[in-house]
């Protein structure tokens, strides 16, 4: 078992390795320009002789995003709770958000720079507003879907709705609300990144229009390089907090 685990931990590597690997070889085969299609090589270049620029760029839309996907795990842990606690409101606003969900909210940053000027007040409602939807919905699943059993046998045994709901509802909830983290976290980098392109002077997505108009692709790839690394970090520190405090939901899957 200890060997089958050590390869599921490496094999993420491994394939990325691989990927790498084809990428620089395709790119130096073909002779593919660096200011069309950079190389790997090219990219890690990139990376060490602008780590200064890069890192500043990327601690700002890192706290911007943390600052937002705060916002939407309070506002959706709230309105889950809310359609979740009651069929009515189930009924009622479950449909509205779905539709607002479906809004494409890169087209509300020139509504927010009017509302908030250019700079973190576009990127942080940004990243909440594309983020906070999947925690309201795996907190509203998890509370609708109690089984009507299990809340019959605590009403007989003295338990009122409110007791159902915040001691077996909402424990039974966390599988799907670290799931929801995962997912939300990832979409909230993008919000940041796609309104720091049209409404900042600083961060990731600023550094990425800066570099394409300068054709310093190599720069650009690396901007997106840590993007992606910073997303990949967060999941995985939210996985490790999952099974660190919902090891009783995953019994099962770490016997395998």
């Known amino acids: 078992m200890s060997a089958r685990r050590n390869l599921e931990r490496a094999a993420p590597w491994a394939l990325l390795l691989a990927v790498l690997l084809v990428w620089e070889a395709l790119c130096r ?19 060490l002789e602008h780590a200064a620029v890069i890192g500043g760029h990327a601690w700002r839309t890192f706290w911007v995003t943390m600052a937002g996907f705060a916002l939407s795990i309070v506002v959706g842990v709230l309105l889950g709770f809310l359609i979740g606690s009651s069929r009515l409101a189930y009924t009622a606003v479950y449909p509205l958000m779905t539709g607002f969900n479906a809004l494409p909210k890169a087209a509300f940053v020139p509504i927010l720079v009017v509302w908030f000027g250019i700079g973190v007040g576009p990127a942080i409602l940004t990243a909440f507003l594309i983020s906070f939807f999947p925690i309201m919905v795996n907190i509203a699943t998890g509370l609708a879907t109690l089984e009507p059993e299990l809340e019959d046998v605590l009403r007989v045994l003295g338990a009122r709705r409110w007791d159902v709901l915040t001691k077996v509802g909402l424990p039974r909830s966390l599988p799907y609300f670290y799931g929801s983290l995962k997912v939300a976290i990832t979409l909230a980098f993008v919000g940041t990144t796609v309104s720091e392109m049209t409404a900042a002077n ?9 570099a394409g108009s ?11 390089v840590v993007v992606g690394a910073m997303a990949m970090a967060m999941y995985e520190f939210f996985s490790i907090v999952e099974r660190r405090t919902t090891g009783w939901a995953h019994r099962g899957s770490q016997n395998h």
Do not use: H, K, T
């Open 214 to 224: 300068s054709m310093q692709m190599g720069l650009a790839f690396a901007g997106l």
């Open 29 to 47: 085969g073909f002779e593919v320009s660096e200011f069309v299609f950079p190389s790997p090589s090219r990219i890690g270049a990139a990376l």
């Open 202 to 210: 600083e961060g990731i997505g600023y550094l990425l229009i800066s």
